[in-house]
């Protein structure tokens, strides 16, 4: 086998460890406001399952986590930058309305964190300290960004990365809440593959350009924070 | 206070596990105003599995200041979070530790699972697992991982055992057989019984007051 093959198969298996609901991240707890929206009925099929994650991919992920996400990338590319990982968080902050979804989000990136300072993984403890000491936020798609960029992980692959995980994420919690099956699982996952392409074949928003629109999902996370019975966070 | 730290600083952590309404709760309730009272400072993970009435329950209960006590949600997978990823749990005991610097003893209570539940030892030092007598007398003949594993097995419930048509000695002969002379205690978290013995255990094994 030549060099170049070995070191793509070790660059792959990289991708497959970072991308694989194995890796320990929290992500079990979060529906991102599904929960809500099959307890009151209004998502209960294989289309309202598709549909719910098409938008999260295209409302919230497209034009904010996918920019926090590359612009944090970058920000740690040679020498972490941050200041800029600081900026970023609070874009994310303030683009982020219902507080389940915000505290979520830090709970996540606390978590992906503290996995990977404990994996040494170059360039995150300084951030977590940070964020450990207050001066820091630490929202999920900057430390997603962080966390992949000193895992050596190029900034598409962390694109795919994070796009792949949430749609997992969501599929895995429709199956908990008795939606769809282990096979529609998997056909949604193939079909939101596609869309992800479509939209790392765009470039990136840029940060100060961050956007998000999902207001469906928005009132279900809020109104998940008053709900009586729930299995996930959010 | 001499602390166990087995591979880790800050305060040590005390898993409980076991089936849903065992008595995991309870046996909170019935440890937690034994260990204040001789200055172990506290503080409280649960893991409910639907809603957050564990957490709010102790909060509530008057028996430890209610920011001391956290409900983190699993969602629907109690299993994961304390033993394949229990990343959220560490996070909430950290937080804990960061809040309460002086804080000596966190216990964690699982969301009601399986017999075939365990620790993860990144999670916690020390672990009970709380089965209840109301299930039947064929528990431990059953073997579960946690039962077989835990550091302390836990039989509650024993009040109920004419109720429920079990033989408490022949129940616990077969407990103390499977565990092949890891400690059992049989307990009613009702009123006490076998209490003080589950605290000696925690005081030596986890506290290591007597060392
Ligand atoms: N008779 C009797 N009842 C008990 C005893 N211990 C607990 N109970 C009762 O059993 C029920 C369940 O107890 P919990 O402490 O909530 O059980 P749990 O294991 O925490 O339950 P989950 O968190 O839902 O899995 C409650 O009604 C308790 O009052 C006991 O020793 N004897
Ligand atoms: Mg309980």
């Known amino acids: 086998m030549s060099r170049e093959s070995q070191s793509n198969i070790l660059s792959l298996l990289n991708v497959l460890r970072h991308g694989d609901s194995f890796f320990p991240s ?89 996995v990977h300072t404990k994996l040494k993984t170059p ?23 962080a966390c992949f960029s000193g895992s050596g992980l190029s900034v598409v692959e ?26 529609e699982s998997q056909s949604l996952i193939s079909l939101m593959g596609t869309e992800i392409e479509k939209i790392i074949s765009l470039p990136a928003p840029e940060i100060e ?26 | 206070m001499n602390l166990s730290h087995y591979h880790r600083p800050g305060p040590a952590r005390i898993g409980i596990g076991g089936p849903v309404g065992s008595g995991k709760t309870a046996l909170i309730e019935a440890i937690v105003p034994r260990l204040l009272s001789s200055g172990v400072e506290l503080g409280i993970v649960t893991n409910d599995l639907v809603t957050r009435e564990d957490a709010e329950r102790l909060k509530a209960g008057g028996l430890i200041s209610p920011d001391r006590v956290l409900g983190v ?9 304390i033993r394949e990823d229990p990343t959220l749990n560490i996070e909430a005991i950290e937080y804990l530790e960061r809040t309460f610097s002086s804080l000596d003893l966190v216990l964690l209570e699982s969301g009601g699972d399986n017999l075939a539940s365990t620790f993860s030892l990144d999670l916690v030092d020390w672990w009970m697992f709380v089965i209840d007598v109301g299930a ?8 579960g991982p946690g039962l077989l594993q835990c550091d302390l097995l836990i039989v509650n419930k ?26 059992v205690i049989f307990t009613n978290c009702r009123n006490g019984e076998g209490i003080e013995d589950v605290l000696a255990h925690i005081r030596r094994c986890v506290l290591l007051e007597d060392m």
């Open chain 1, 26 to 114: 929290g992500a079990v707890a979060f529906s991102y406001g599904l929960e809500s929206l099959s307890s009151d009925g209004s998502v209960n099929s294989f289309e309202h399952i598709e549909e719910f994650i098409h938008s999260q991919l295209y409302g919230r992920w497209a034009g904010l986590d996918r920019a926090c996400l590359v612009s944090a990338h970058t920000a740690c590319l040679d020498q972490v930058d941050i200041k800029r990982l600081i900026e970023i968080d609070h874009i994310m902050d303030a683009a982020t309305l219902p507080s389940l979804l915000r505290e979520g989000s830090l709970r996540a990136g606390a978590a992906i964190l503290g």
């Open chain 2, 158 to 183: 024993i009040d109920i055992s004419p109720h429920v048509g079990v033989d408490i000695c022949g129940l616990k002969k077969e407990a103390e057989e499977v565990r092949g002379g890891n400690p």
């Open chain 2, 73 to 81: 949600e699993c969602g629907a997978c109690p299993h994961t979070v």
């Open chain 1, 209 to 234: 350009e961050a956007w998000c629109f999902s207001p469906v999902s928005d009132i279900a996370v809020m109104k998940h924070e008053v709900s009586e019975g729930r299995l996930f966070s959010n």
């Open chain 1, 158 to 183: 962390t694109e795919v990365i994070s796009a792949h995980t949430l749609v997992v994420g969501l599929a895995s919690a429709a199956i908990r809440l008795g939606i769809i099956g282990h096979i």
């Open chain 1, 123 to 145: 360039g995150v403890t300084e951030y977590r300290e940070y964020i450990l000491s207050g001066n820091a936020l630490g929202h999920l798609a900057v430390s997603q960004g």
């Open chain 2, 136 to 143: 039947g007398a064929d528990i431990p003949r059953k073997r």
